[in-house]
């Protein structure tokens, strides 16, 4: 059974960082990993994606202030968060793609608030 684990969200001021972690359990092998949030009344929308190749993405509003990596010993993938904005409250889900299998994480809270 394909398990995702987030960690790392959390209550930060605008301007502060945060890291969030995604571990994956059960599965050896994934074309992409990635972070996705949703804010309060919004829509589900990409954050980040990294595929097995290294190739990255982002979503215009977090370039140049988040940046995602993986780790090379395991399943898992990391997203660091700096310059945090208002904007970037959300729960963030972590998102791996496997052979055309998606699979999902329970999502961590981040909120960014004075």
């Known amino acids: 059974q394909v398990q995702l684990v987030e960690s790392g969200g959390g209550l930060v001021q605008p301007g502060g960082s945060l890291r969030l972690s995604c571990a994956a359990s059960g599965i050896a092998y994934f074309n992409a990993m990635g972070w996705y949030r949703q804010a309060p009344g919004k829509g589900r929308e990409l954050v980040a994606r990294?595929?097995?190749?290294?190739?990255?993405n982002y979503v215009d509003s977090v370039k140049g202030r988040f940046t995602i990596s993986r780790d090379n010993a395991k399943i898992a993938v990391h997203l660091q968060m700096n310059s945090l904005k208002p904007d970037d409250t959300a729960i963030y889900y972590c998102n791996l793609d496997s052979t055309g299998m998606d699979y999902w994480g329970k999502g961590t809270l981040v909120t960014v608030s004075s």
């Open positions: 990294l595929t097995s190749g290294g190739a990255t």
